[in-house]
C-alpha cells in the first residue's frame, strides 16, 4: 500500500509564511508528478501547483510569485513553501501523487488527509 503524509499546517498572519511538507511511503516503484490542491470554505477543490518528476512546475496564477514547490526524490517527499500568504489562501492543502506501486505494477493516483492553512489576524 502506499500513503501520502502531509505536515506543516497552521494558523498565521496575513504577509505570513508556511512551508507544507508530504512524504510518500510504501511499496513505492517510482513516484510521478507530484501536486498540491486546496479546497476552501464553500469551494471546490483546485489544482494549485505541480511538479513533475524532472523537476518541471506550473503554478494557478493567484500563487504565482508567493508559493514555491520542490522535491526530494531520494527522501519521496515534496515541499509546498508559501510566501506572503492571504487570507484568501485559508484552505485545506492536499498532497497528490502519481505512483508507480511495486505491487501492482500499475501507475495509480494517491491522496493525503489534508492539512490545514488558516490565514487570519
Known amino acids: 500500500q502506499v500513503q501520502l503524509v502531509e505536515s506543516g499546517g497552521g494558523l498565521v498572519q496575513p504577509g505570513g509564511s508556511l512551508r507544507l511538507s508530504c512524504v510518500a511511503s510504501?511499496?513505492?516503484?517510482?513516484?510521478?508528478?507530484m501536486n498540491w490542491f486546496r479546497q476552501g470554505p464553500g469551494k471546490q477543490r483546485e489544482l494549485v501547483v505541480s511538479?513533475?518528476?524532472?523537476?518541471?512546475?506550473s503554478y494557478v496564477d493567484s500563487v504565482k510569485g508567493r508559493f514555491s514547490i520542490s522535491r526530494d526524490n531520494a527522501k519521496n517527499t515534496v515541499y509546498l513553501q508559501m510566501n506572503s500568504l492571504k487570507p484568501e489562501d485559508t484552505a485545506v492543502y492536499y498532497c497528490?501523487?502519481?505512483?508507480?506501486?511495486?505491487?501492482?505494477?500499475?501507475?495509480?493516483?494517491?491522496w493525503g488527509q489534508g492539512t490545514q492553512v488558516t490565514v487570519s489576524s
Open positions: 497528490n501523487a502519481a505512483v508507480l506501486s511495486s505491487v501492482l505494477t500499475t501507475w495509480r493516483g494517491f
Open positions: 511538479i513533475t518528476s524532472d523537476g518541471a512546475t
Open positions: 510504501g511499496r513505492i516503484a517510482r513516484l510521478g508528478d
